[in-house]
Every structure is written in structure tokens, then in C-alpha cells.
T-cell receptor, first 115, second 114 residues
């Protein structure tokens, strides 16, 4: 099992450009999440999904959109990148199994720089 | 608003020293508690978790944490740290309301001197 994978690993954008980050998980997890990690601020939830075809806003959703067309994939889009979106982005997934409830499995991260 | 506070942002220890990282949360109901670790250049991984039962939880690599409900705390401990424990440690809390959103603390960077 690959677990949670993210592409790309690194990306540099110019202000105003758009891009999509892809997250894939092979654990058949229902729940998926996108976080951003900034120094001194821990992980902040951007958007999340409780199942295929559903998404919801997290703590810092502005400037981002997401889609979950397939259960195993969760896409994060930046329509018009801004320097404030320079960050490391982590995708995570978790099971709806009670035994594993709330334990999240993380991807390796995407380091995004917006110039 | 619910929040998680980690008391120390940076900790420097020598090998074999004892470690205790503080974590407090603000939520009055039942919670699930986690410590995650992020080694340099790697992604976050679970260190240990508490759902119910014995408030002293043992995790991987000799780490343990104690849940003190009256203090809303879940401090991480290790009796003797190693250079390989150099990492960033995140405390996380999920209110047990049937939901699944987890709130992370800001993290504590631990550097262990060899």
C-alpha cells in the first residue's frame, strides 16, 4: 500500500496563476482533508470531505476550492495564487471505522511558493 | 472557539535527558487526543492516541502521554531522549461529538544534541 500520496512535491507559481494539487489514498478511507502548515501555526484545515461527492469548508478555505469526484482522490485548487498561499500543503485521510476513528494518515506534503 | 495550546515552541535537550512537552486544549466535552511527530523532511505520523480507559497511554519509540481531564491536558513524555527524536511534535484534539475534525496545536520543535 502506498498510503497517501501527493503530487507535485514542489511547485513555484507566479501571483495570479492557478494550479491543482492532487491527493490520492489507497486505504479506502471515507474522510479526506487538506491542511496548510505554516511556521508557528501548526496545521490549519482548509477543506475536508466526508465522502465521494461531498466537500466542506475548514478553518481557512478562502482562495481554495476542492473536489472529490472519486473516493480515493481529493483535489485542491488555487484559482488565482497569492503570496499568502506560500505554504506546505498536507493531505490526510481517515477511516470511518470506530477502531481507527479520527486517526489521520498524512501524505508527504507539497511545498508551494507563490512569487 | 476550540483550541490546542502547546507551551513550548522550541526545546533543546542533550541525549539521555528527560522530555515533557505540554499540551492543553479548550473543550468541555469528551475528546480524542493525539500526538503526531514530523521528522525532518518527512510527513506527520501518529505517535500515540487516547480514546478512553487508562489515562496513561504508551506509544511508539518509548513515548507516553498522560490525559488529565481536570486540567484539560495531554502532556507527552519520554524518560531518555535520543538524537533521533529530533523532530516537530504536534498535539491534536478531536471533540468526540460524532464528528471528525481535528484541531492541531502549533507544534514544538525538539532538538536533541548528541
Amino acid at each position: 500500500n502506498a498510503g497517501v500520496t501527493q503530487t507535485p512535491k514542489f511547485r513555484v507559481l507566479k501571483t495570479g496563476q492557478s494550479m491543482t494539487l492532487l491527493c490520492a489514498q489507497d486505504m479506502n478511507h471515507e474522510y479526506m482533508y487538506w491542511y496548510r502548515q505554516d511556521p508557528g501555526m501548526g496545521l490549519r484545515l482548509i477543506h475536508y470531505s466526508v465522502g465521494e461527492g461531498t466537500t466542506a469548508k475548514g478553518e481557512v478555505p478562502d482562495g481554495y476550492n476542492v473536489s472529490r469526484l472519486k473516493k480515493q482522490n481529493f483535489l485542491l485548487g488555487l484559482e488565482s495564487a497569492a503570496p499568502s498561499q506560500t505554504s506546505v500543503y498536507f493531505c490526510a485521510s481517515s477511516s470511518d471505522s470506530h477502531a481507527l476513528l479520527n486517526e489521520q494518515f498524512f501524505g508527504p506534503g507539497t511545498r508551494l511558493t507563490v512569487l | 472557539a476550540q483550541s490546542v495550546s502547546q507551551h513550548n515552541h522550541h526545546v533543546i535537550l542533550s541525549e539521555a535527558a528527560s522530555l515533557e512537552l505540554g499540551c492543553n486544549y479548550s473543550y468541555g466535552g469528551t475528546v480524542n487526543l493525539f500526538w503526531y511527530v514530523q521528522y525532518p523532511g518527512q510527513h506527520l505520523q501518529l505517535l500515540l492516541k487516547y480514546f478512553s480507559g487508562d489515562p496513561l497511554v504508551k506509544g511508539i519509540k518509548g513515548f507516553e502521554a498522560e490525559f488529565i481531564k481536570s486540567k484539560f491536558s495531554f502532556n507527552l513524555r519520554k524518560p531518555s531522549v535520543q538524537w533521533s527524536d529530533t523532530a516537530e511534535y504536534f498535539c491534536a484534539v478531536t471533540p468526540n461529538t460524532g464528528g471528525f475534525k481535528t484541531i492541531f496545536g502549533a507544534g514544538t520543535r525538539l532538538f536533541v544534541k548528541a
